[in-house]
């Protein structure tokens, strides 16, 4: 079946301007996460969500960041007034429940990179 | 000092030689410890879990937990070019609800040349 699927899988913006990231999960799958991956960097948690409410939003770095799940399948992030430090990798990813089937598996997609000029 | 400590290399190898990958850590309640290996301009696939202290194989793949030493390790046989990826080590304090904010090293960017 079909994985976790991101778009776009590049954006370029100007410092200042808004971004939306989108992601749709693997059909089923009730939670969904958003890690930031920077250049030689591991990912790093931003949100959680367990259908449609944030359940952990801890990793957020600001209030330039902000995530919906209106429906508990598509999630889009959002970032206001971009800065140059925003650019990196963003990933999604979904498991079948937070209790993971595997311990510690999550499905992640290919990412939507960022670049903040 | 960070959680979870990996060098990110580059390594580089020929095809067939054994690779040693390795994560330091200073959380003790790490519980679950994980490797994903991720191709180049693709998501973090999962590669194996082990569970507290030992050993895990699977196939050519190898991980090795020493939680007395806060080591874990990823051993890779006869390594292929197809194995040339990024592997990151991640961890969790434990399984089940909430255990969802993985804790990834670096990654290790590893070369196999044929």
């Known amino acids: 079946g079909a994985g976790v699927s991101q778009t776009p899988s590049n954006k370029v913006t100007e410092k200042g301007k808004y971004v939306e990231l989108r992601c749709d999960p693997i059909s089923g799958h009730t939670a969904l996460y958003w890690y930031r991956q920077s250049l030689g960097q591991g990912p790093e948690f931003l949100i959680y969500?367990?259908?449609?409410?944030?359940?952990?939003d801890s990793g957020l770095p600001n209030d330039r960041f902000f995530a919906v799940r209106p429906e508990g399948s598509v999630s889009t992030l959002k970032i206001q007034r971009t800065e140059r430090g925003d650019s990196a990798m963003y990933l999604c990813a979904s498991s079948p429940s937070a209790g993971m089937n595997t311990p510690g598996e999550l499905f992640f997609g290919e990412g939507s990179r960022l670049t903040v000029l | 000092q960070k959680e979870v400590e990996q060098d990110p290399g580059p390594l580089s190898v020929p095809e067939g030689a054994i690779v040693s990958l390795n994560c330091t850590y200073s959380n003790s309640a790490f519980q679950y410890f994980m490797w994903y290996r991720q191709y180049s301009r693709k998501g973090p696939e999962l590669l194996m879990y082990t569970y507290s202290s030992g050993n895990k194989e699977d196939g050519r793949f190898t991980a090795q937990v020493d939680k007395s030493s806060k080591y874990i390790s990823l051993f890779i046989r006869d390594s292929q070019p197809s194995d040339s990826a990024t592997y990151l080590c991640a961890m969790i304090p434990y399984s089940g609800a909430g255990s969802y904010q993985l804790t990834f090293g670096k990654g290790t960017k590893l070369s196999v040349i044929p």
């Open positions: 969500f367990q259908g449609t409410g944030a359940a952990d």
